[in-house]
Structure formats: C-alpha cells, structure tokens
C-alpha cells in the first residue's frame, strides 16, 4: 500500500476550506480506490476515508493509523455511509 498525494488536484476546494475554517493544514491522498483527506486543526487531527466501490479494509485502517498519526495518539473511529473517519486530539 502506498499514500499518493494528490493535493494539488483539489487546490482550488482546499483553499476555500482553509480561508472558512479554523484549519491549519489539509492533505488529500488516495490509497488505491480511497480517498483520504487528512485535516489538521489546532488541538486535533481528522482524517476522512472514502472509497464508494467497496468498503474500506481493517488493512487501509491500520496502514493510515501508521502513517498519518503519532504513535501517541489514539484515534476514534465513526462511520457514516461510505466514510469513516478517524479522530485524535493533537500531541503536545
């Protein structure tokens, strides 16, 4: 598995978002057929999977907890249709 980086493909929509919001940093990667977008706010970090052709594996999970959040941090998972979404309050 592998997380390409495809933010440049969604400037236009990150940039709105970080002008509205009180977010510092989005990334946007896909890991095969799944869409991971990656926000990051002041006291935590969010990262939504999307994949609309299968459900999303306990593999792709565990390959995102691994590289996108700190050894230290836990993250809380909630599903909504296709999307899931891992929440964690950021590191001091």
Request: aromatic share 8%; proline share 0%; net charge negative.
């Given at each position: 598995m592998h997380l390409v980086d495809v933010?440049?493909?969604?400037?236009?929509?990150?940039?709105?978002?970080?002008?509205?919001t009180p977010l510092r940093f989005i990334q946007v990667y896909t890991l095969g057929n799944s869409l991971v977008t990656h926000r990051r706010g002041a006291t935590e970090?969010?990262?939504a999977i999307t994949n609309r052709h299968r459900p999303v594996t306990p593999a792709e999970l565990?390959?995102?907890?691994e590289h996108l959040f700190a050894p230290t941090q836990s993250p809380v998972m909630a599903r909504k249709?296709?999307?899931?979404t891992l929440t964690a309050e950021r590191c001091a």
């Open positions: 933010t440049n493909s969604y400037a236009d929509q990150i940039h709105r978002e970080l002008v509205t970090d969010t990262v565990a390959y995102i907890r249709g296709a999307t899931i």
